[in-house]
């Protein structure tokens, strides 16, 4: 095998293994074993062979993406401006408009890189090109740092604030009414939060190898291929469009023309009859059943939690046991009557009224037990009763709060190592600084960051190697950024009535802060995401009990600061991958963050004045709905104003917050296990993702998941280690493809015949389109969603 090794490389002995498919730590590599991982080859032209399968995140990166730049390629041109802002601009205001949407519109990744591209190249030939102008307007061909500069830009922007759900939800369902530079800071508060502590922890989550991010994969795979010597690239781009055409073809009939090809369950077709078949085998459609043994030939469906083409095999072998198990559970639970889950659906995670039959099943009217100021009132609730949950979601809010304090427990047991460096900061020797004022170094401005030898950023990383050609962020600028956001965040929030108290404002900022490391690495090295906003709205709703509003702004500060903060850490390390200047992905970020904000905001004002009775109606239209804001609010007053006495020790279902405590310990057997007999190579199950995958039947589509993995199985098992070759040099570029395709044709469907674009046209009902006489898979209808209503 040929080899061109990177100045400096000195492989990958520091970086621990990702585990992939045999699941082996980087303490078990032999000496023979260590030579191979430092002189894997480097170059990716198409008669390259790679024989080795690349077992450790380091081998990923190193042979997937090209360790090689360019630092004289200029990203700050015209031409990234102008697309940048332009796309960032729509993507914004589509991604705010599906806010009051029935339909969802997703603008993906690869659907953004293309059209970038195109629009890219059309400048290069449009723009004058001589003359002092030409040189400022069009320097020269279109580049890869160019367009990844875009495209930063425009992932920053098209993330919807979850506070501007919060300022819609205050104007439609309490008559509360910001003043626009109020409203707008109050926006940009919760996002630039996430990103001051997102820029701070990149020494732990964005530089080491080992900090994989592996949905970055496919994209900065086609951005170096678009980029690269047309030769060299040909066969990996005729895979890409090849894969990309042929799904946007495809995906017409499993979307649109033939929806039964979305979930082909023989069990249904041949017994159209039982409830039970339908439970067990159903699931084509949302909340229908499990979807055991279904074939599902829609790749959204079946890539909706993740490609299983990038998916590492680790995580998808966890979350395939906790899929399993879960099956199990759920029909044990249903089928014993336990929390009397005969009277309710057998999924849903709506909340039910006591009057619920099994053939009528009755919604909790949530606003029945609100006066005037949407507080909650006992007497009311008196009158009402506590709200049921089905026992799929009790069972799946429990285990999923196993798995959100598991999380924490995995990565300190486990990676302690690995994310260490973001707690230095609570060193003896730190506090030692602060009480010694003569050592305080108050002209943080003047503090520059340590410039690494390319041989020690090679050691963390071998892109990070080669990002020392360039001059860093200095930390303190997020710093800035963290503290502004504060001071703005509170101010707005106290202006704008969220009535919550200034102590639990700095309660939620402080646990979105300590909690990030953890949940952020865990996506970063095994590409799993959890979602916590049912801690935080606990949380709020335990601190500031009896304020829906309140809970809101708890849930905004604690969560959507969060999640902001991990979808910053994975564009830092999209940055890092190709090679993009820091402080140029410094400068897309916030200036893509501020057209989000500003888009949001201007659409939703506009949307909220002109649709606020359909907004408030519970069905809407075909056009317009405000489910999304109506649930949001919903979710408010459950937790905030029934939190203690749903999920308490104490409440209704005590086990939802018991579970907490569960997930504390949960890795702890499995690690102690692990350190007497290693051979049992326990290391490999992470409970964490297991308990969390056992909540992914709680409501959905779920008649993709056995062709997921075994697509996944087929990807990073199979191909990795018996066809290397074209595992390195396709599987990523493929995925893009299918990816790029298939969201294509999404978003031409969703606005030409879906009713985003003002009509629905539905295709004529036929045997490959169901719909109109039942389920799509023909699995029998269950009888208590016929009578299924609202309490009044």
Same mark, same amino acid.
């Given at each position: 095998?040929?080899?061109? *090794? ?34 894997? +080859? ?79 190249? &059309? ?10 102008? $030409? ?8 580049? *890869? ?53 997102? $820029? ?22 086609? /951005? ?10 040909? *066969? ?16 017409? @009939? ?102 619920? %039959? ?11 037990? !609100? ?9 009311? !609730? ?22 959100? %304090? ?6 300190? /047991? ?18 030692? +600084? ?7 170094? !108050? ?15 090679? &050691? ?31 101010? +707005? ?12 404002? @700095? ?65 830092? *390390? ?142 990073? !098992? ?75």
């Amino acid at each position: 095998m040929s080899s061109r *090794k990177a100045p400096g490389d000195k492989g990958g002995g520091a970086i621990e293994l990702i585990e992939y498919a045999e699941g082996k730590g980087s303490d078990s590599l032999s000496d023979a074993e260590k030579l191979e991982t430092e002189s894997r +080859t480097l170059s990716h032209d198409d008669d390259k062979t790679y024989n080795k399968p690349p077992d450790t995140a380091r081998d990923l990166v190193s042979e997937v993406l090209m360790v090689d730049d360019d630092p004289s390629l200029n990203p700050w041109t015209f031409r990234t401006w102008f697309v940048g802002i332009g796309i960032s601009v729509f993507a914004s205001i589509i991604t705010s408009i599906n806010t009051f949407k029935p339909q969802a519109v997703h603008i993906h990744t690869v659907f953004v890189v293309v059209i970038a591209y195109l629009m890219g190249l &059309a400048l290069a030939v449009i723009l004058p090109s001589r003359g002092r102008i $030409g040189k400022i307007l069009n320097p020269g061909p279109f580049h *890869k740092k160019e367009h990844a500069a875009i495209i930063v830009m425009v992932a920053a922007a098209s993330s919807t604030p979850e506070a501007m759900h919060v300022v819609a939800v205050q104007r439609l369902f309490y008559d509360i009414e910001i003043s626009p530079p109020i409203a707008f800071f109050l926006i940009l508060s919760t996002q630039m939060l996430g990103f001051g502590v997102a $820029g701070l922890l990149r020494k732990t989550l964005v530089y080491p190898a080992k900090m994989l991010y592996p949905a970055n994969l496919p994209t900065a795979s086609l /951005l170096e291929n678009l980029h690269r010597d047309r030769a060299a690239t040909a *066969k990996r781009m005729r895979i890409f469009y090849i894969s990309c055409g042929t799904l946007f073809v495809w995906q017409l @009939f499993p979307q649109y023309i033939m929806p039964l090809l979305a979930g082909i369950s023989i069990f249904c077709l041949t017994n159209q009859k039982s409830l039970f078949v339908t439970n067990l085998f159903g699931g084509s459609m949302a909340n229908e059943g499990l979807g055991v043994l279904s074939i599902s030939l829609d790749w959204t469906m079946i890539n909706s939690g993740g490609s299983p083409l990038w998916m590492p095999f680790q995580t998808q072998v966890n979350t395939m046991l906790g899929y399993i198990l879960s099956i199990g559970i759920f029909m044990g639970l249903f089928y014993s009557n336990a929390w009397n889950a005969r009277k309710f659906p057998f999924l849903s995670p709506l909340m039910f009224s006591d009057k619920s %039959t099994p053939t009528k099943y009755v919604v909790y009217n949530q606003t029945a037990i !609100l006066d005037k100021n949407y507080r909650v009132q006992e007497h009311l !609730l008196n009158v009402q009763g506590l709200p049921n949950l089905t026992s799929s979601h009790a069972f799946a809010m429990s285990i999923r709060n196993i798995g959100i %304090t598991a999380s924490v427990a995995h990565m300190m /047991l486990w990676h302690w190592e690995d994310i260490k460096s973001a707690f230095a900061f609570l060193s003896a020797s730190s506090f030692a +600084t602060l009480l010694k004022p003569k050592q305080w170094n !108050l002209k943080f401005w003047q503090h520059k960051p340590t410039k690494l030898t390319r041989e020690e950023a090679d &050691a963390i990383c071998p892109h990070y190697g080669l990002m020392q050609a360039y001059d860093e962020v200095p930390g303190w600028w997020f710093g800035l950024i963290w503290v502004f956001s504060v001071v703005v965040g509170l101010t +707005t929030s106290t202006i704008a009535g969220s009535t919550l108290p200034w102590w639990a404002f @700095f309660v939620a900022i402080a646990v979105s802060a300590a909690s990030l490391t953890f949940f952020a690495a865990l996506t970063a090295m095994y590409g799993f995401s959890l979602m916590v906003q049912p801690i935080i709205q606990a949380l709020g709703g335990v601190l500031v009990p009896q304020k829906p509003i309140a809970n809101l702004y708890f849930s905004t500060f604690g969560f959507n600061s969060l999640y902001q903060a991990k979808l910053m850490l994975k564009d830092l *390390k999209l940055g890092q991958y190709v090679h993009l200047p820091p402080r140029c992905t410094f400068v897309m970020q916030i200036f893509g963050t501020v057209i989000g904000c500003l888009c949001s905001y201007l659409m939703m004002m506009k949307i909220t004045t002109e649709k606020r009775d359909i907004l408030l109606a519970i069905q809407g239209t075909n056009v317009w709905s405000g489910q999304m804001l109506q649930s949001a609010n919903s979710a408010a007053i459950g937790w905030g104003g029934l939190g203690a006495k749903m999920y308490s020790p104490v409440g209704k279902y005590p086990f939802v917050s018991i579970a907490f405590f569960v997930g504390m310990v949960a890795p702890l057997p499995f690690w102690l296990i692990h350190k007497v007999a290693p051979k049992l190579r326990l290391d490999y199950w992470n409970t964490a993702i297991i308990t969390s995958a056992m909540a992914i039947l709680d409501h959905g589509t779920h008649s993709a998941l056995l062709v997921h993995y075994a697509t996944g199985f087929f990807s990073q !098992l199979y191909l990795r280690k018996y066809r290397t070759n074209w595992f390195i040099k396709y599987n990523y570029v493929l995925s893009a493809g299918l990816d790029g395709g298939a969201a294509f044709i999404s978003f031409l469907l969703t606005f030409t015949v879906f009713g985003a674009g003002g009509k629905v046209v539905p295709f004529p009902p036929y045997w490959g389109n169901n719909f109109q006489k039942g389920n799509y898979d023909y699995c029998m209808k269950d009888p208590g969603l016929g009578s299924h209503k609202k309490a009044h």
